[in-house]
């Protein structure tokens, strides 16, 4: 398994991966079928993200395979450019085998070169796999957003997580 930064050429690929990883989980925002970025759309978003100081994305490739990401988005005014948001997605079956965990540590290895002194994510209570990866990582729970997100007819609820670098 390689981690490394996104290109421009991954776009197509990156596509089809996040629509495979929102097919396959019930904890992410965008239910199946429902995100409808193109190619050149996500090209597009790729390239804005890779001239941009406080944001990144970062796949993990096996086998010339892209079997997940995480995506960090950073603060756009001066007061939060310290920070970036994060979202993470990996294909269901490489869940649980250190994807997420060598995603986290190229994530951090990147934030502490563009001085971030803090990384924030938001997860679905329930969500336990994700909840041990967070905590592995040194994310900790702040607070709790109560009925943030409806899914399947029931209202659920996130954690806001961070951590200080």
């Not at 969500?127 to 967070?134: H, I, P, S, T, V």
Request: glycine content about 8%; proline content about 1%.
């Amino acid at each position: 398994m390689k981690i490394r930064q996104i290109s421009p050429d991954d776009a197509e690929a990156f596509v089809k991966l996040i629509k495979g990883v929102e097919s396959d989980s019930p904890f992410m925002l965008f239910e199946d079928g429902e995100r409808k970025t193109t190619i050149a759309e996500q090209r597009e978003r790729i390239e804005k993200m890779e001239s941009d100081r406080y944001s990144r994305i970062f796949v993990a490739e096996n086998a010339g395979e892209l079997i997940g990401y995480l995506i960090a988005v950073g603060g756009q005014a001066k007061r939060n450019q310290h920070s970036a948001y994060v979202v993470i997605g990996i294909k269901e079956e490489y869940r649980g085998q250190g994807v997420g965990s060598e995603l986290f540590v190229e994530l951090e290895k990147w934030a502490v070169t563009q001085s971030l002194h803090r990384l924030e994510l938001n997860v679905v209570t329930r969500n336990e796999g994700g909840l041990a990866l967070y905590r592995k990582a040194g994310f900790e729970v702040e607070g709790l957003k109560r009925h943030s997100l409806l899914i399947d007819d029931e209202f659920v609820d996130e954690y806001y997580m961070s951590k200080l670098l």
